[in-house]
């Protein structure tokens, strides 16, 4: 017995989408998920139906594992239908998802085991959260703190950006895909999403694409899409693919970070040859998460850019003001502006029961719109430095001792924080709550009071002269112990080959080119990098990231720092 | 520091080509030098080098204009030349032996014997064929050419160079200089911007792949028929290995912990080349004082690892002081106290 579909609240955009209004009666005979077996629409629908019954009574927040299979979707899009609040779990995180939990007092919670049997989790009766009536997802993302957060969908956010992937890839219910990426991961999520909207399927595999199974699998199952973050991309490109036998191969599709020009140069000529296409994406979580897609036809020719603004949506680029910048190849922060835009984000449960209306997306990425129209990402507006793998926002800190009366200005490397504060101000004592808070040793903290804060010629502060004029600690024999034991850790780093030994690439180009200044927006060549610095830093950036691209010395310091991040990033 | 991505040392890891090249071409000459296997390995390794030197160099030599070109092998002279010279005189002082045209790096075209005990021909070398790239590069704007067709203007140079070796060979015996003349072995350098032009700088064709191949191979081949004395067998056979290999296989996937070892050797390459001769010396001394001879089992082998570890072990001890050094603030401390500066700090 099908549900009735449910029609959300709020907007009512999302209430035209298949995804949330009950069966297509054309695609309940459909194959919908092939795995052990081929399943069509409608036990899945079933399945789905069955696992969240318990919920039936009222609209509610639930969490379910976020894996590749049959129950796990099913329950997800049976949520979706039924009007519920879902999150999908990383299922691999117990502790986490149990904080999580703790934390949001969800009315449900779905556990998928490895044979892919389901059960309910037994939670506390509530009190459970308030949720507003446009919620319908919640995504992870992580904080500057590493903590998690969530960012919030609505049903319009997610119909919208839906309607928009299925319309720039031309899907129709004879796509399918193979889940290589994971279902809590925002990418893989749109790929469930948008072949269940249009009556497509899935194949549904945890194999690595390293793995010859996976392949055979593919060729077996004529697939006509291939998912990928640029990992996967490099790793098809090693691996013995025979192109021939994706016979239905309609298009790649690339997200999840930056992917070297090269690469994408090779796969859409590829493509080309063999007659299926690339489509290059660029997305934010907080987009839901696509934003941008590179029309096929350009990859080739233009393999750096990011593309134009996905259907329904537009891209614009603005100064440190806030000032729209016009006309081609002037360097702005990327803004966003369509219907996917989150609805906010949520720290804790209250959250849950807001919403707003987020007239821009603002990415933090600074871009140049190149000749013919299409965007190029050229670096990273936001301030972050990582340490024991916390990524700590420099602006945020800045803000909260704003908010606490102080006239602050923080920069810092992943050695460590340099803030100056106008003076009055109890440096000891602000020095003492930010270890405190950020749980960074005392040492790396380093607080000077100062008349004023550093300022440039156009009254910007100075960050940079702030990094190389803060207060540094006087007592010598402290720092004579740290230097000797920092040698025998960096010996131990260079012979065991630690992925430590350089946490960044400004620290690897600083290691290059001691004693002098490495502005992000200078590449080696551009600082005079000699080939013996090429070795050295050739193998600092090939600790940072895997698939370091071969115009590399040309690529500024800033450029090569988000494509190492992207690496971990798997929008 | 972030924690440790940990990852297994037999997960499959890619390295250039390039980079192994370089660490075997080192290994080649401690081999070579200690006479690890005469028949089986002989010279050679300095031409590996010089390959996998060129192939490097023009990533980093033609990002500007000619004049930036310039600047850059001047530099890379200088790299090479300052502690070459500062070990050659350290040597002459402990030996008492002076040679000024040694000193001055030019004494490869009047002997070919040496006081430094490590083969300060390539340094010679090395830095006379970068200043004759200095000052030709913006004399024939050589980079702007090179910028605006890579492949045809760096063919041409080699061209260029394959002819000089063999006309200036054929027209003046060198053999009692040992054949160790820039112009010789421009070629072997020339050859790996060649292999930047066709495989670095862009994706090659398969069909430009095997032009390559044929070009290097084939010139490997002419110069061994046409200058055997200079090319000789074990010279030929390690510098058409390496080229035929890069090209054929530009990136290779090795076990991490095999990455790794190559990636040390690679980058201690410097360290190795000059003091491995060190270290073959010290073993001596050390064998001479406990009387054991130079002949025991496995002595060849002993001078064999030791010339390529201990070079390497100073190369990493030094390289984490420079770290440690930038990155522990002491620097600044020491600074800090001489400028007795105000302590506003928390």
Redesign the interface.
């Known amino acids: 017995m099908l549900r009735q579909g449910w029609r959300p609240g709020g907007s009512g955009v999302g209430g035209s989408s298949p995804l949330f209004c009950g069966p297509d009666e054309r695609h309940l005979d459909l194959p919908f998920l092939l795995g052990d077996v081929v399943l069509t629409y409608r036990p899945v629908y079933e399945l789905g139906d069955e696992i969240i019954a318990p919920w039936a009574s009222s609209r509610s927040l639930l969490f379910i594992d976020g894996v590749n299979r049959p129950a796990s979707i099913a329950a997800y899009l049976a949520a979706l239908r039924a009007g519920h609040v879902v999150h999908l779990l990383d299922s691999s995180k117990d502790e986490a998802n149990r904080e999580l939990i703790r934390r949001y007092a969800p009315t449900g919670v779905v556990h998928i085991d490895d044979d892919g049997a389901w059960r309910r989790e037994p939670v506390t009766t509530g009190p459970h959260p308030a949720l507003h009536p446009d919620l319908a997802v919640l995504l992870s993302t992580s904080g500057t703190t590493g903590s998690s957060k969530f960012v919030k969908l609505s049903y319009r956010n997610v119909a919208a950006n839906t309607a928009s992937i299925v319309e720039y890839l031309g899907l129709t219910a004879d796509d399918r895909s193979i889940t290589v990426l994971k279902p809590f991961y925002s990418y893989g999520y749109s790929v469930i999403n948008t072949h269940a909207a249009v009556g497509g399927s899935l194949v549904l595999t945890d194999l690595s694409v390293q793995s010859p199974e996976l392949w055979s699998l593919a060729y077996r199952s004529g697939i006509t899409n291939v998912p990928g973050v640029p990992h996967t991309f490099q790793v098809m490109r090693?691996t013995s693919i025979d192109w021939n036998r994706l016979d239905r191969l309609r298009f790649l599709t690339q997200a999840g970070g930056r992917m070297e020009p090269?690469l994408v140069?090779?796969f859409a000529r590829l493509g080309e040859e063999r007659g299926w296409s690339l489509f290059v994406m660029y997305g934010q979580t907080e987009g839901g998460p696509r934003l941008s897609y590179l029309p096929p036809s350009y990859a080739a020719r233009y393999p750096e850019s990011i593309g134009v603004a996905v259907p329904g949506g537009t891209f614009e680029l603005v100064d440190d003001d806030g000032a729209v910048l016009e006309g081609a190849d002037v360097e702005g922060e990327l803004v966003y502006r369509g219907p996917n835009i989150m609805v906010g984000y949520a720290r804790a449960a209250a959250d849950l029961g807001t919403g707003e209306e987020l007239p821009a997306l603002h990415t933090g990425d600074i871009a140049r719109r190149n000749d013919v129209g299409l965007y190029v990402i050229t670096g990273r507006k936001s301030r972050f430095i990582?340490?024991?793998?916390l990524r700590i926002g420099l602006d945020e800190i800045e803000s909260a001792l704003e908010a606490d009366g102080y006239r602050a200005a923080v920069a810092g490397t992943?050695?460590g924080l340099r803030v100056a504060v106008e003076s009055p101000a109890?440096?000891?004592?602000?020095?003492?709550r930010l270890t405190a808070a950020y749980g960074l040793p005392a040492q790396f903290?380093?607080?000077?009071?100062?008349e004023s804060l550093p300022r440039l010629t156009n009254g910007k502060v100075d960050y940079q002269s702030l990094l190389t004029a803060?207060?540094?600690?006087?007592?010598?024999w402290p720092?004579?112990r740290?230097?000797?034991s920092?040698?025998?850790?960096?010996?131990g780093?260079?012979?065991l080959?630690?992925?430590?030994?350089v946490?960044d690439v400004p620290?690897a180009f600083?290691?290059v080119f001691?004693n002098r200044p490495v502005p992000l927006d200078q590449?080696?060549?551009?600082l005079?990098?000699?080939?013996?610095g090429?070795?050295?830093l050739?193998?600092y950036l090939e600790e940072l990231m895997?698939d370091l691209p071969?115009d590399w010395?040309?690529r500024s310091v800033a450029d090569l720092q988000s494509l190492a991040r992207s690496r971990h990033a798997a929008v | 520091?972030?924690?440790?991505?940990r990852t297994s040392w037999l997960a499959p890891?890619?390295i250039e080509a390039v980079?192994v090249l370089?660490s075997f071409g080192i290994a080649l000459v401690v081999a070579n030098h200690c006479h690890l296997s005469p028949r089986a390995i002989g010279p050679g390794g300095l031409n590996v080098l010089l390959f996998a030197?060129g192939a490097?160099?023009a990533?980093?030599?033609f990002?500007?204009d000619s004049r930036r070109s310039a600047?850059?092998f001047l530099?890379?002279a200088a790299?090479v030349a300052v502690p070459s010279i500062l070990l050659a005189a350290a040597t002459g002082i402990a030996l008492r032996q002076f040679d000024p045209w040694e000193l001055l790096l030019v004494s490869n075209w009047l002997q070919a014997s040496r006081v430094a005990l490590f083969p300060i021909w390539y340094t010679q070398v090395m830095v006379q064929i970068m200043i004759g790239l200095a000052v030709l590069f913006p004399l024939l704007h050589l980079t702007e050419r090179i910028r605006a067709r890579p492949t045809a203007t760096i063919g041409a140079l080699f061209a260029v160079a394959l002819a000089a070796a063999a006309v200036s060979k054929l027209m003046w015996d060198t053999t009692e200089l040992a054949d160790k003349l820039p112009h010789l072995v421009l070629w072997n350098l020339l050859a790996g911007w060649l292999y930047w032009a066709v495989m670095?700088?862009?994706?090659a064709a398969p069909t430009e792949r095997a032009a390559l191949l044929a070009v290097l191979a084939g010139t490997a081949g002419l110069m061994y028929l046409v200058l055997p004395a200079v090319y000789g067998t074990a010279r030929f056979t390690w510098l058409a290995a390496a080229l035929v290999l890069t090209v054929a296989v530009p990136e290779l996937?090795l076990p991490?912990l095999a990455r790794?070892v190559l990636?040390?050797i690679?980058?201690g390459?410097?360290f190795v080349f000059l003091f491995h001769y060190y270290v073959f010396s010290a073993i001596t001394n050390i064998e001479a004082r406990l009387g054991i001879g130079q002949h025991y089992p496995g002595a060849t082998a002993l001078r064999f690892a030791a010339g390529l570890v201990v070079p390497i072990a100073g190369w990493?001890?030094i390289?984490?002081?420079?770290?440690?050094?930038?990155?522990?603030?002491?620097r600044?401390?020491?600074?800090?106290?001489r400028r007795v500066?105000p302590?506003?700090?928390?």
């Open positions: 090693a090269g140069r090779h990582k340490f024991l793998g992943d050695e109890d440096g000891p004592s602000i020095g003492a903290v380093s607080v000077a009071v100062v803060a207060a540094p600690p006087t007592r010598l720092a004579l740290r230097f000797v920092q040698i025998r850790c960096e010996v780093a260079i012979l080959g630690r992925e430590t030994s946490s620290e600083a290691l001691p590449s080696f060549v551009g005079g990098g000699d080939s013996l090429f070795v050295q050739t193998v895997d071969a010395p040309e | 520091m972030p924690p440790c991505e890891r890619s980079a370089r030197s490097t160099s990533r980093v030599a990002a500007g600047a850059q530099r890379f790299l670095v700088r862009r994706e996937r991490r790794h990636l040390l690679n980058n390459t410097f990493v001890v390289t984490a002081t420079r770290r440690a050094w930038q990155t522990t603030g002491v600044e401390t020491m600074l800090a106290r500066v302590a506003a700090a928390g």
